[in-house]
């Protein structure tokens, strides 16, 4: 064998060694996201259409008395009644906060289930601070839904 040959062999098998000897490098995924499934719900003259589990996609939609925010179903809504003082959710920790203007003459009503429209009962848990109603519901279970009814 000449002298560039044994050369060439010792330089590969250094490099394949060092190869070997390498480092593996950490590698972490910090996020991911869930998408799929989505389609179009109507109801009377209103329309809506998105895919679940994408909260990440965009900030709420807004337009006049009405927002929707993207990701999975929530447990708790509200039904806006029509010249009602606008009713909010967030969401903090294991705390959901129902929140309204203080406007005289109108009460917040709760119902767990849609289907059944006498279900609707008072619901007068709330506390006032800076004219703002403010309902705080500590790890809430099953459905609620909140509207504000003038008598």
């Given at each position: 064998m000449n002298?560039?040959?044994?050369?060439?062999?010792?330089?590969?098998?250094?490099?394949?060694?060092?190869?070997i000897c390498a480092q593996a490098q950490s590698y972490s995924i910090d996020w991911y996201k869930i998408a799929g499934g989505?389609?179009?719900?109507?109801?009377?003259?209103?329309?809506?259409t998105g895919?679940?589990?994408q909260p990440d996609a965009s900030g709420?939609?807004?337009?006049?008395?009405y927002s929707l925010t993207g990701g999975f179903w929530a447990l708790i809504s509200v039904v806006q009644t029509s010249g009602a003082p606008?009713?909010?959710?967030?969401?903090?920790?294991?705390?959901?906060t129902v929140y309204w203007q203080n406007?005289?003459?109108?009460?917040?009503?709760q119902n767990?289930?849609?289907?059944?429209?006498?279900?609707w009962s008072a619901n007068?848990?709330?506390?006032?601070?800076?004219?703002?109603?403010?309902?705080?519901?500590?790890?809430?279970?099953g459905n609620l839904f909140y509207r504000l009814q003038h008598p």
């Open positions: 002298t560039k040959t044994v050369r060439f062999a010792l330089l590969l098998a250094t490099l394949g060694f060092l190869g989505g389609g179009t719900s109507t109801g009377g003259t209103y329309q809506v895919t679940i589990g709420a939609m807004t337009g006049g008395n606008t009713l909010y959710v967030s969401h903090s920790g294991n705390t959901v406007v005289s003459g109108w009460t917040l009503q767990g289930n849609l289907a059944t429209p006498a279900s007068s848990s709330w506390t006032t601070t800076n004219g703002t109603n403010y309902l705080n519901i500590v790890n809430p279970s």
